[in-house]
């Protein structure tokens, strides 16, 4: 059979259209299709039998191996150029899943190439190396199936080539030069994928103890990957892959905005010392029935957002979160996240925790008020924030070990004036987190690793630790 009958090369639709004759197949059913016209076994080309061949679960690639080798027939290479070069066409094959609440949603992160520290810091994005992968992507997406025993049984759904429309590049273009302006100076050491909106700088080592040199710095970093984040993945798969209805309203409606995070914060400070009385008249929203989160909501309606869900917030994992500053200067509230399960808590690597993971993946959106003389909620402004590297793994990092250490030894329980109290760290404990509940009530509880039952916690920012990392002029009359 000649293969190179089945597809130009050369050509992205070409490319495109022999691709989508993997959609409904799982990855075996290539395997054994291209087994068939070869008259071979897997055994023969990778010194093993058909399922350990492709059962190493710690090697991503490898399904990816399989569309390279058994479909497409060319061999998988450390080419710096795209897959397809003379398309100029990067190959990608990446897993969905189906949440709890039935939406699809991107499994993990899409890599796209390797940081090189040394390098980069010499590039441009129109010219580099990054947007030579990214600029044009033919996305392969499998779902995922955790009662799947064997990966090469997922099954392929969507095929499609990508391209990050224009404003998408444009944020993109400065994430860029966000994770490469922070290299510049030295601190690659402390690249976060909080610090960025849609492309992170995420790790990619195969042992979390790994290091590598960097310029303008002695301090050895993690190695990393310029990656497109799980929420953009998640958002690209449901409005760009699959044709349907778009859910989301954007925030930008003009192509030639240049600064995403400008852009928001000039439209929040139209509205800088308003009430929030004056808010609800200018928005017709019924302040007698204090709606649920109303503050968040009035930043929405000023960005013209009619929900509560912009497509940019959704593609970057943006996180909005309201801010209510008294007339003394202090924070009342501090920050409550999701709550964990004690047992799955206790299983946890640090590099792998679900809080660790939250906070370093997510750029939060502050928008501040404050209580004026007259005690009304005057909006301050707004503010992007994602955790500083140090914070996140030096405090944050003490109290979810401590956390851990008190479930594993068994938590300790005492009564006081009625009250149970536990040793789970408290917020006069650190200067940035603390645990506490935050169930409904004393009877929603998760069980313990010793089979007690207790109120569910959850980890909480303190609420000084919040207003130290404030722009100051929101504290200004």
């Known amino acids: 059979m000649n293969y190179n009958d089945e597809y130009d090369n050369a050509d992205p639709i070409s490319i495109e259209k022999y691709a989508k004759k993997m959609i409904g197949q799982s990855f075996q059913e290539i395997i054994d299709k291209y087994e068939k016209e070869h008259a071979m076994i897997i055994r023969e080309s990778f010194g093993c039998g058909k399922q350990e061949a492709h059962e190493n679960k710690k090697n991503k690639g490898n399904l990816g191996q399989i569309v390279e080798e058994k ?41 796209l190439t ?13 010219t580099g190396h990054l947007w030579n992968k990214a600029k044009l992507i033919l ?66 080592a195969v042992k979390s103890t790994d290091r590598r040199k960097q310029p303008y710095s002695d301090e050895l970093a993690k190695p990393r990957a310029f990656s497109f984040k799980n929420s953009y993945m998640t958002y690209v798969l449901n409005h760009y ?44 929203i019924n302040i007698d029935k204090k709606p649920k989160s109303l503050e968040a909501i009035l930043a929405y309606r000023i960005l013209g957002i009619k929900g ?10 943006v996180v909005v979160k309201t801010i209510r500053i008294e007339k003394n200067n202090k924070i009342k509230e501090s920050m409550s996240f999701p709550t964990f399960k004690f047992k799955e808590l206790v299983q946890e690597e640090w590099e792998d925790s679900a809080f660790g993971n ?5 750029r939060f959106m502050f928008v501040v008020y404050k209580f004026n003389d007259n005690n009304e909620l005057v909006l301050k402004g707004c503010q992007f924030w994602n955790i500083p590297y140090s914070d996140l793994h030096n405090e944050v990092y003490k109290v979810w070990k401590r956390t851990k250490d008190v479930l594993q030894d068994g938590l300790q329980i005492t009564e006081k004036n009625g009250k149970n109290y536990s040793n789970l760290p408290s ?51």
């Open 71 to 111: 479909f497409f027939h060319y061999a998988c290479n450390s080419d710096s150029r795209p897959d397809f070069p003379e398309a100029g066409v990067e190959l990608k094959v990446t897993p969905y899943k189906i949440n709890s609440k039935g939406k699809k949603v991107a499994k993990e992160r899409l890599i």
């Open 114 to 126: 390797m940081i090189d520290y040394f390098n980069v810091v010499n590039e441009t994005f129109e």
């Open 139 to 204: 996305l392969v997406y499998y779902l995922y199936k955790k009662e799947v025993k064997f990966r090469v049984d997922y099954q392929i759904h969507y095929a499609k080539l990508f391209t990050p429309p224009e404003q998408d590049k444009k944020i993109i273009k400065h994430d860029f030069e966000v994770i490469v302006g922070k290299i510049r100076a030295g601190k690659a050491h402390e690249l976060s994928e909080g610090d960025t909106l849609y492309l992170g700088a995420a790790t990619k």
């Open 241 to 284: 892959i699959i044709s349907g209805k778009n859910t989301y309203e954007p925030i930008i409606k003009d192509k030639n905005v240049d600064s995403f995070e400008d852009y928001v914060t000039e439209k929040i400070n139209e509205y800088r010392e308003y009430t929030v009385k004056e808010l609800c008249e200018k928005f017709e």
């Open 308 to 317: 509560n869900h912009a497509e940019e917030f959704e593609k970057a994992n």
């Open 358 to 362: 939250y906070l370093q993946q997510t």
């Open 427 to 477: 917020s006069s404990e650190n200067p940035v987190c603390h645990v506490r509940p935050h169930g409904r009530n004393a009877k929603d509880t998760y069980e313990l690793p010793d089979g007690r039952l207790y109120p569910k916690q959850c980890f909480w920012l303190n609420n000084s630790y919040i207003l130290s990392q404030l722009n100051k002029r929101f504290l200004e009359k």
